[in-house]
């Protein structure tokens, strides 16, 4: 298994809606990230976790909230979010979190498409 | 301080005729480089990587790219396109042994499109 599942695809949220994205992978990677992508641009990353510990937080606002229940599963709370937030939120995993072991190598989901009206 | 450049926002090609995608970068480590492609509505999937191997890298659906220390480049070329090669293509750089987790650098995008 080499996939790494995210859902819903499609999510319509207005501004104070509370939703969650979820992300699964059983490839026993012990890094999960989060990345917002806007049309036309590059993923941005947001969100790290190592060993189901949170590494690296980018900035980003409390309205998003990341969560690590277990290795394989990594969610992202969405709260009281605002329309300029409507993007392309996309979850991908890699080996190994340190220098070491890893490559750089992630494998990404096929997002979940977020409408914030 | 790493950073990658791909020279070209948007590239359009015949179907059959070579492609080449161009991306320099500067890093300040031995560097990992990656090619990612995404097609519409859909996430990243990893094309090819340089990890310090071997300079020419092959790839998936008939890409490859060469590392050229020298000129700081990492090209990605395919010999002959086909239709469902249309996508936006991304150049990634990595530091390698740097504690590297989520340190990559991502290029802008290249848009490669396909003509009949």
């Known amino acids: 298994d080499t996939e790494v599942t995210q859902t819903p695809k499609h999510l319509v949220m207005g501004m104070t809606n509370k939703k969650s994205l979820k992300c699964e992978q059983h490839m026993g990677h012990r890094a999960m990230y989060w990345y917002k992508q806007k049309a036309k641009k590059p993923p941005e990353l947001m969100f790290v976790?190592?060993?189901?510990?949170?590494?690296i937080n980018e900035s980003v606002p409390s309205r998003f909230s990341p969560e690590c229940p277990n290795s394989s599963l990594l969610n992202l709370h969405l709260h009281a979010l605002q329309p300029e937030d409507s993007a392309l939120y996309l979850c991908?995993?890699?080996?190994?979190?340190?220098?070491?072991?890893?490559?750089?190598?992630?494998?990404f989901g096929e997002g979940s498409r977020l409408t914030v009206l | 301080a790493q950073s990658v450049t791909q020279l070209d926002s948007h590239v359009s090609v015949s179907e059959g005729t070579p492609v080449l995608l161009r991306c320099n970068y500067s890093s300040s480590y031995s560097p990992s480089l990656f090619w990612y492609v995404q097609h519409p509505n859909k996430g990243l999937q990893l094309l090819l990587k340089?990890?310090?191997?071997?300079?020419l890298v092959k790839g998936i659906n008939g890409f490859e790219a060469e590392f050229k220390k020298s000129e700081t480049s990492f090209h990605l070329t395919k010999p002959s396109a086909h239709m469902s090669d249309a996508a936006e293509y991304f150049c990634v750089v990595s530091d390698q042994g740097g504690g590297s987790q989520g340190n990559l650098i991502f290029g802008k995008g290249t848009k490669l499109s396909v003509k009949p």
């Open positions: 340089y990890t310090s191997a071997a300079t």
């Open positions: 991908a995993s890699s080996l190994s979190p340190d220098g070491g072991g890893n490559t750089g190598e992630l494998f």
């Open positions: 976790y190592s060993y189901e510990k949170l590494s």
